[in-house]
Nanobody, 117 residues
């Protein structure tokens, strides 16, 4: 199983980006059984949850991104998205996508998001 994240880059504060994560190595039917999420890690900081679509329960967002970020998924394409608007310099981090089923986690390599002030 591989997760390939893309869409990161350098953007000015107030700008927007859309991250994508394609999950390969599993069928769409199996992918649909996985919870998915985006995490981020800034230099010197711990990795933190940004947004998550669990298999059971409601979509979750970190308080710092509520109202600005939107997570979505396309099971037919084995893809997870993170739409980010009104970006702030404090959003600068490496963003990682995650797929989880039965406590087993799969991680992508991350994509860098840099927001300049």
């Amino acid at each position: 199983v591989q997760l390939q994240a893309s869409g990161g880059g350098l953007v000015q504060a107030g700008g927007f980006l859309r991250l994508s994560c394609v999950v390969s190595g599993m069928s769409s039917a199996i992918f649909a059984l996985h919870g998915v999420g985006w995490y981020r890690q800034a230099p010197g900081m711990q990795r933190e949850l940004v947004a998550q679509i669990p298999i059971l329960g409601e979509t979750k967002y970190a308080d710092s991104v509520k109202g600005r970020f939107t997570i979505s998924r396309n099971n037919a394409r084995n893809t997870v998205y993170l739409q980010m608007v009104s970006l702030k310099p404090e959003d600068t981090a490496v963003y990682y996508c995650n797929a989880r089923m039965n406590q087993k986690d799969f991680w992508g390599r991350g994509t860098q998001v840099t927001v300049s002030s």
